[in-house]
Nanobody
Framework: HVQLVESGGGSVQPGGSLRLSCAVS????????FSWARQLPDKRTEWLAS????????TYRDSVKGRFTISRDNGQNTMYLRMNDLKPEDTGKYYC??????????????RGQGTQVTVS
């Protein structure tokens, strides 16, 4: 079964940067699309970004466009989210998902434990 392990979160000041990683096992990594989502302090979940199988096609939530970059390394079975110019409203728990998302369906649930990002 698929395992997604997020890491790389932490506490940063506004304007800071972090790079999140998602280590994937249990699926054929190169044949899957991947996405990042986050759960905000008020428990709302937001889709952030998605990447295609080759890493050539990406899409982003408007509020993170130009600041976040999603990427993947098919040789390492790992997906990344580079986050620059972080803002307090980016605070939340970040999750990866092995599918292409453009929003969060009501039934969506994270598979991994997530990684906490705090900007203050």
């Amino acid at each position: 079964h698929v395992q997604l392990v997020e890491s790389g979160g932490g506490s940063v000041q506004p304007g800071g940067s972090l790079r999140l990683s998602c280590a994937v096992s249990g699926v054929d990594f190169s044949r899957n699309y991947f996405s990042w989502a986050r759960q905000l302090p008020d428990k709302r979940t937001e889709w952030l970004a998605s990447v295609d199988r080759e890493g050539d096609d990406t899409t982003y939530r408007d509020s993170v466009k130009g600041r976040f970059t999603i990427s993947r390394d098919n040789g390492q079975n790992t997906m990344y989210l580079r986050m620059n110019d972080l803002k307090p409203e980016d605070t939340g728990k970040y999750y990866c998902s092995h599918e292409w998302l453009s929003n969060i369906p009501p039934a969506w649930r994270p598979r991994g434990q997530g990684t906490q990002v705090t900007v203050s």
